[in-house]
């Protein structure tokens, strides 16, 4: 599966942003999308995934309440909507896939640069 990702920008704290991620699979129903990002000097970290057959969800306790994972079937395309962004969200943002029967994420597309100002 190949992944295009975009939205990012620079926003200020409190602000809002949308990440999208398109996917391009014949069967993306065997897939769980994942959201992961990288910020200066730090290990990339799990931020969130959706199982996309069923909508399943998770969240990184960093952004759960604040950060939603969504999918949109026709457009086959995954989405990241930040809410009350903060400037530790400031991060590249990846989008990355793996077939639910695997636990590595063989797939991910290229970063969005997120920034946050305070």
């Known amino acids: 599966v190949q992944l295009q990702a975009s939205g990012g920008g620079l926003v200020q704290a409190g602000g809002s942003l949308r990440l999208s991620c398109a996917a391009s699979?014949?069967?993306?129903?065997?897939?769980?999308m994942g959201w992961f990002r990288q910020a200066p000097g730090k290990e990339r970290e799990f931020v969130a995934s959706?199982?996309?057959?069923?909508?399943?969800?998770d969240y990184a306790d960093s952004v759960s309440g604040r950060f939603t994972i969504s999918r949109a079937k026709a457009k086959s395309t995954v989405y990241l909507q930040m809410n009350s962004l903060k400037p530790e969200d400031t991060a590249i943002y990846y989008c990355?896939?793996?077939?639910?029967?695997?636990?590595?994420?063989?797939?991910w597309g290229q970063g969005t640069q997120v920034t946050v100002s305070s």
């Open positions: 959706l199982r996309w057959s069923g909508g399943r969800t």
């Open positions: 990355a896939a793996r077939m639910f029967a695997t636990t590595d994420y063989a797939n």
């Open positions: 699979a014949r069967f993306l129903s065997y897939y769980i």
